[in-house]
């Protein structure tokens, strides 16, 4: 299994390629990328490769992603103790969601413990509606580098069923 500075080279590596094909493609004429969409993709990407990699699951060791979180890193120790590593976590659909929702409902508690304590505080507010322009090339940039990640571990896209009918044939 690559070790998490081998897994960033690759994602890295595999990001340049892909824009210089992209740009070439733009230049072409053949897709249409605007410099936004670009952004967004990017941002996804990279939070996906340095902040939420699958190996957060492993955040009672000394994880990459875990260490560029800094002080809060200790957040993720919880996800470390919920997700069995390269169990859901390392899942090509469900595991990059799990990452999410468990982020989101971090944020929720940070926020809620603020409101309590300090019901006036000024929060940053999320753009209602949120426009799928914004989505999906962050959802698109996230997904890929979860899945390069995948690949490079060696993890098939049928993981999580194979696990699932692993664990009947455990119990029939
Ligand atoms: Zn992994």
Redesign the pocket.
């Known amino acids: ?1 690559p070790s998490g500075r081998v897994h960033n080279l690759i994602n890295i590596a595999a990001y340049s390629v892909l824009s210089a094909g992209v740009l070439l493609v733009t230049r072409e004429g053949h897709l249409s990328v605007t410099p936004l969409q670009a952004l967004h993709f990017s941002l996804g990407f990279f939070v996906g490769t340095f902040l939420l990699s ?2 957060l699951d492993l955040a009672e060791g000394r994880v990459d992603s875990k260490r560029r979180w800094g002080l809060l890193g200790f957040l993720w120790v919880p996800y470390g103790m919920l997700c069995r590593h ?1 169990g859901l976590s ?1 899942t090509w659909l469900l595991g990059p969601l799990t990452r999410l929702a468990y982020l989101a409902v971090i944020a929720g508690l940070i926020v809620g413990l603020l409101r309590f304590v300090w019901p006036d505080v000024p929060l940053p507010r999320l753009p209602q509606p949120i426009s799928l322009k914004v989505v999906v090339p962050l959802l698109t940039g996230y997904y890929l580098s979860q899945w390069l ?1 995948l690949i490079a ?1 060696g993890v098939r896209p049928d993981h999580g069923l194979r696990q699932a009918r692993r664990e009947v044939r455990k119990r029939c």
């Open positions: 299994m699958p190996d390269r390392h990640h571990d």
